[in-house]
């Protein structure tokens, strides 16, 4: 068993930053591949970000990368989604996932899910 809950969304100018913190609970969660979604008003939930439970490969969505990074701390069992030079494009409820299969895109694909936090990038 794994519960996630989200942390770190708010309103930010275009251009600024924020960072996101998921906190997991379950001493197995550090065995787990984990990923952020999100999803837009009016749009399906999209891929962003997922790392391996080693955090020895990062994956990204094409729309995100270089701008955005996924880090891992097993250890105090935290994800953190750092993001930079936003774009109102960006707006969304992001969401922390967790999965046991590799290097998945998919959210049919993650077991365990935050709520979600709320990211709204003004222009």
């Known amino acids: 068993q794994v519960q996630l809950v989200e942390s770190g969304g708010g309103l930010v100018q275009a251009g600024g930053s924020l960072r996101l913190s998921c906190a997991a609970s379950?001493?197995?969660?550090?065995?787990?591949?984990a990923a952020w979604f999100r999803q837009g008003p009016g749009k399906k939930r999209e891929f962003v970000a997922a790392?391996?439970?080693?955090?020895?490969?990062?994956y990204y969505a094409d729309s995100v990368k270089g701008r955005f990074t996924i880090s891992r701390d097993n250890a105090k069992n935290t994800v953190v989604l750092q993001m930079n030079s936003l774009k109102s494009e960006d707006t969304a409820v992001y969401y922390c996932a967790a999965s046991s299969l590799h290097g998945s895109r998919s959210s049919a694909d993650y077991d365990y899910w935050g709520q979600g936090t709320q990211v709204t990038v003004s222009s």
């Open positions: 379950g001493r197995t969660f550090s065995r787990y591949n």
């Open positions: 790392i391996l439970w080693s955090a020895s490969n990062s």
